[in-house]
Structure formats: structure tokens, C-alpha cells
């Protein structure tokens, strides 16, 4: 074997040609924030988390394995995005609960 046996990216085997788990695996590293399209709903995307979870899309193929990976990753950028907006919203409140009234 040679030294280009390191080629790849971490979690990928360079044997294995796996586009789509190198895309989750560049997802994972690098997606910090997201939002969703208007026409995407981010209970629809976690339900099919779910039910991939559960088995209802047939036994897990590594296309499977990385869509899920994928979506994952962007529902957690966009849980932290949603996050982000909330701790901002909260610093500038002006109806503070702690004022008396004279």
C-alpha cells in the first residue's frame, strides 16, 4: 500500500467512494447556523428523522444514513440560530418583570 491510503476525509474510508457521506461529514464540520426555506417546517424535518429512526423508510443504506446525518446537523444549526435569536430578544426586553410601578 502506498501513503495515499490517507486520503479522504476522517470518517471516510478513501476506498469507499461515498459522496453523500462526505457531504454530512463537511456539514457536520462546518455548518454553524441555518434556516430553513419558508416552505420547509422544521417538525416535518424531524419527523423524518424519526420514522428513519424507526425503520419505516426499509433497512438502513449509507444514502439513508447520511440524509439523516445531514438533517441532524441542519436542525441543530437551526435549533442554535433559533437559540441565538431568543438570547438576543431577552437581553433587549423592555417590559422587565422586576420594575414597580410608583
Excluded: C, S, W
Excluded at 444514513?65 to 441543530?76: D, G, P, Y
Amino acid at each position: 500500500m502506498t501513503g495515499d491510503d490517507d486520503v479522504g476525509t476522517p470518517d471516510t474510508d478513501p476506498r469507499h467512494v461515498d459522496p453523500a457521506g462526505d457531504v454530512a461529514d463537511m456539514l457536520d464540520a462546518e455548518l454553524t447556523d441555518a434556516e430553513l426555506g419558508d416552505d420547509t417546517d422544521v417538525d416535518d424535518v424531524r419527523a423524518f428523522v424519526d420514522a428513519a429512526e424507526r425503520g419505516e423508510f426499509g433497512p438502513v443504506d449509507p444514502a439513508l444514513e447520511a440524509q439523516v446525518r445531514i438533517a441532524r446537523t441542519i436542525l441543530e444549526a437551526v435549533d442554535d440560530d433559533t437559540n441565538d435569536t431568543n438570547d438576543t430578544n431577552d437581553t433587549n426586553d423592555t417590559n422587565d418583570t422586576d420594575q414597580v410601578d410608583p
